[in-house]
């Protein structure tokens, strides 16, 4: 809600039945803007997990049960894994430039090599099992053992990979607007909120505060409910 910025009354209001966050210098209600700039953390969020998921499942499956991938996919992860990902999206933020998309390519543009790794393992496990033996023994399509036998036994395990890339894809975005990195200026965002309001911490308090109490229940609410699909998708709780 926009209010005129010559209403000095309408400026710096607490919390209140009226403005339910309370309103900025400008008389611009807190909860708008909060409502705003979290569905832009929680769609990068939720896009990027999607994307380094699809990829990492992919590629991860392939990988476990390849030996000629697995060497070069290992290299390529040794060599990936001892760089910070957090200094990987810094500097492929700065080289595409501020957007949405861009900041999305550069959060999934490595970050599937990890789900990739875990999905190897994974599926290394689950290839030694007797009755996946068995079916490599009477000579059943590798790909048909992945997707048959494997990957639905893996559900509860890629859930809860999921449940906790989105938190972290969301705390990603709210460090990198809060230093001005990746979003552009004309895109509300919880990390762009915090940073503005950030000088309020102590004289009015509930600017920054507020901002910084949504995106703690956000992140807490969505890995609760993906640790809960976890359990729900895991065959084993169905037996």
Known sequence: MLVNINDFKARYNWPSLKYWFGTDADGNSLFDAIWAGARTS?????????????????????????????RI?????NVIANVPSLLIIIVLSYSFGNGFWNLIFAMTC?????????????????????????????GTP?????????????????V????MALPSFISYEVFLSFLGV????????????????????????????????VL??????LYIIGQRLADASDPRTHM
């Open 42 to 70: 929680i769609s990068i969020g939720v896009i990027a997990s999607l994307i380094t998921e699809v990829i990492g499942v992919i590629i991860g499956s392939i990988w476990g049960v390849s030996k000629k991938i697995d």
């Open 73 to 77: 996919m290992l290299e390529i992860y």
């Open 110 to 138: 490595t970050s599937w090599i990890g789900t990739a790794y875990f999905m190897r393992v994974q599926v290394m496990i689950m290839r030694e099992r007797e009755y996946n033996v068995a079916s490599k023994t009477l």
């Open 142 to 158: 590798m790909n048909r053992i992945i997707f048959r036998n494997i990957l639905p036994y893996l559900t509860s395990v890629i």
């Open 160 to 163: 809860t990979d999921v449940s």
């Open 182 to 213: 990746g979003l552009s200026q004309n895109v509300p965002s919880l990390g762009r909120l915090i940073s503005q309001y950030s000088p309020y911490m102590t004289t009015y308090p509930y600017l920054f505060w507020l901002p910084v109490l």
């Open 216 to 221: 703690a229940l956000i992140t807490i609410s």
